[in-house]
């Protein structure tokens, strides 16, 4: 196994996995009432809550007692048998539509997003912020994305289509997501980081840092149906904001510097990260999804999905920047060390992680990194928390919309909303 052929395969797992997810919520949007779609939408999003952030639980374990390529196997079994139950029990009859693949802005897109994400990942470790190559990143992501907007007003099947946005639900939603994503992969990336490097904790440890997470998400899916039904959709989202903003300051409160820090109150923490997450996001793709006809559902649907995705990466490579320019300017206080910039700091980071490298170091050092490594993860929370705060101030701004069980709502479904 080599480098290329794992980014290779695990790009092609993501294709797949990238297409499911949007292709089964519309399916549910396309079936059932706006009403039954908010109970069912609700059961959705607990279970894929539960099986996402079970994952690193699941993965650490199979990681310390297993082998890693066990991550790849388990989901053989699993995908056939999602597969044959697929084909017994789903079945649909649409007609055929010729429809054009946006290959040039996908290229545009693509190329642009890596251009940026690059720029925030060697601006300060390789380069410095003002020299060419990270200046030249920058500015190659700007003519991209101009370029990527311009081919979305040309194409006739456009990735993202610009007329789509101009329905105030479906830009509202989007919006919030694009900073809730940013909410969701902080949690899922530096929580992590942060029990493993900085309390020491084993790769199963660490990954039931994420388990109260985990158990807050579906369990407010399952909730967030029925309370979407008795107070609509901008209620429901504005208090899963509330729940996540709440979250992510209690993080900045706790002492990271002190090690043995309880697990029950930061269980509470990531319990309310994780119940936010499941009434907003919920909320959002009820309304996203009510605010078209069955035309337009799958690519509304999808374009939730994949606003949320880009916040997360785009936020994630901030945050990283963030934090390793932190840990350089802490670490180089620490002469011994030798670290000299961010590319070094990032590497020590990872080092703190191994529980052999910690046996080399004297415990004084070991003390000392590990409170760099958390000082540079409290600029982290910083930023959690102000991703929160934006999403939820434009979540204020997100038209409210009432479900109820009758007929109209599924004649409705044959036109969009405005």
């Excluded at 500015?139 to 289509?161: M, N, S, T």
């Excluded at 649907?301 to 990466?313: D, K, P, Y």
Aim: neutral net charge; hydrophobic residues 50%; contains cysteine.
């Amino acid at each position: 196994m080599t480098w290329f052929s794992l980014i290779l395969f695990r790009g092609l797992q993501g294709l797949g996995a990238a297409g499911i997810l949007p292709v089964v919520q519309t399916i549910i949007g396309d079936i059932y009432s706006p009403a039954e779609r908010a109970k069912m939408q609700g059961w959705f999003s607990s279970v894929w809550g539960l099986s996402a952030l079970l994952g690193p639980l699941v993965g650490g374990v199979i990681v310390d007692h297993f082998s890693w390529r066990w991550l790849f196997y388990i989901n053989l079994p699993l995908g056939a048998l999602a597969l044959v139950m697929l084909h017994i029990y789903f079945d649909e009859k649409v007609a055929d539509r010729q429809a054009s693949v946006d290959y040039t802005g996908s290229a545009f897109l693509v190329f642009g997003i890596s251009a940026f994400m690059l720029g925030l990942l060697e601006g300060g470790s390789r380069f410095a912020w003002t020299s060419p190559p990270i200046l030249g990143l920058f500015a190659c992501a700007a003519i991209l994305g101009v370029l990527f907007i311009r081919q979305e007003y040309r194409h006739d099947d456009p990735i993202l289509p610009p007329d789509l946005f101009r329905n105030r639900t479906i830009f509202t939603a989007n919006l919030a997501q694009l900073f809730l994503g940013g909410v969701l992969y902080s949690a899922t990336v530096y929580l992590p980081l942060w029990a493993q490097g900085v309390q020491g904790f084993s790769a199963t440890r660490s990954g039931a840092s994420l388990l109260w997470l985990s158990i807050g998400w579906p369990l407010a899916s399952a909730i967030g149906g029925r309370v979407i039904l008795q107070v609509g959709q901008r209620p429901a989202a504005i208090l899963g904001l509330i729940f996540t903003t709440a979250g992510a300051a209690a993080l900045l409160i706790l002492d990271h510097r002190v090690a043995g820090i309880p697990e029950a109150g930061f269980g509470i923490v990531t319990f309310c990260i994780g119940s936010g997450m499941g009434f907003a996001t919920l909320s959002f793709m009820l309304g996203v999804q009510s605010a078209v006809g069955w035309e337009q559902r799958g690519v509304a649907t999808a374009s939730l999905q994949f606003i949320r995705t880009l916040g997360g990466l785009i936020w994630v490579a901030i945050m990283g920047a963030v934090m390793n320019l932190t840990l350089a300017s802490e670490l180089q206080k620490m002469p011994k060390l030798g670290i000299l910039n961010m590319s070094q700091a990032a590497s020590f980071a990872n080092n703190l992680l191994d529980p052999d490298i910690w046996a080399r170091m004297t415990p004084d050092d070991l003390t000392m990194a590990r409170s760099a490594l958390a000082d540079s993860l409290r600029q982290v929370h910083w930023v959690t928390l102000l991703c929160s705060v934006i999403a939820l101030l434009i979540t204020l701004k997100l038209p409210n919309r009432m479900y109820s069980f009758d007929l109209a709502s599924r004649a409705s479904e044959s036109t969009p909303v405005p």
